[in-house]
Every structure is written in structure tokens, then in C-alpha cells.
Nanobody, 122 residues
Framework: QLQLVESGGGLVQPGGSLRLSCVAS????????IGWFRQAPGKEREGVLC???SSVDSVKGRFTISRDNVKNTVYLLVNNLSPEDTAVYYC????????????????????WGQGTQVTVSS
């Protein structure tokens, strides 16, 4: 059974950092494109950042994705958090039908985790 499990969410003060984990079972994460998405209360799901198959990392502004292939885990590091980052964060896996990952609205992603809550508040 293919499964993704996120962890690492919690309550963080503004300006802080958080590293979320996404552990896979039943398949090898390094063979897939991995995306991180989030959904805030009352808002639509949005893509945060993705990492392409076999890429070492992916960086965009305050967000960094990295891999630990030994642990079959992908991480999302978020720096300088603000209350606007409050949301449920999800990781998802997409079959690498193209060379580079794409976020879109998540429609290309086949497997999803259950999400982890991130709350940024003082």
C-alpha cells in the first residue's frame, strides 16, 4: 500500500522556522516528483513548492525542499514564518511523466498524505 505521512507541524511564533517531514511507505520517493501544498481555513489549496525526481533539493524564497533517500523522506523547511503561513500542509507524489515537477492545483499528484497543521501566532 502506497502511503505518505506528514509530521512536524505545530505552533510557531512569527519569524520562526519549521521543518515538515513526509515519509513514504510502499514506494521510493526518489522515483517520483514530490509537491508540498497547503490549505488555509476558507481558502483553496495552493501549491508551495515541488522537487523533481532525483533532484537533491528545491529552493524558492523562504521555502526549501530536501530529500533523505535513506529514510525515504522529503522535508519542507519554511523560514521567517508569518500568520499568513497558517494552514494544513500536505505532501503529494506525482509520477514523473515530465522531466520537471509542476505544482498546478495538485491535479497531477496521485498520492497524498493526511496533512499536518501549522499555526503561526504569537
Amino acid at each position: 500500500q502506497l502511503q505518505l505521512v506528514e509530521s512536524g507541524g505545530g505552533l510557531v511564533q512569527p519569524g520562526g522556522s519549521l521543518r515538515l517531514s513526509c515519509v513514504a511507505s510502499g514506494f521510493t520517493l526518489d522515483h517520483w516528483h514530490i509537491g508540498w501544498f497547503r490549505q488555509a481555513p476558507g481558502k483553496e489549496r495552493e501549491g508551495v513548492l515541488c522537487i523533481s525526481r532525483s533532484s537533491v533539493d528545491s529552493v524558492k524564497g523562504r521555502f526549501t525542499i530536501s530529500r533523505d533517500n535513506v529514510k525515504n523522506t522529503v522535508y519542507l523547511l519554511v523560514n521567517n514564518l508569518s500568520p499568513e503561513d497558517t494552514a494544513v500542509y500536505y505532501c503529494a507524489a506525482a509520477r514523473p511523466s515530465s522531466r520537471w515537477c509542476e505544482l498546478g492545483l495538485g491535479e497531477k499528484y496521485d498520492h497524498w498524505g493526511q496533512g499536518t497543521q501549522v499555526t503561526v501566532s504569537s
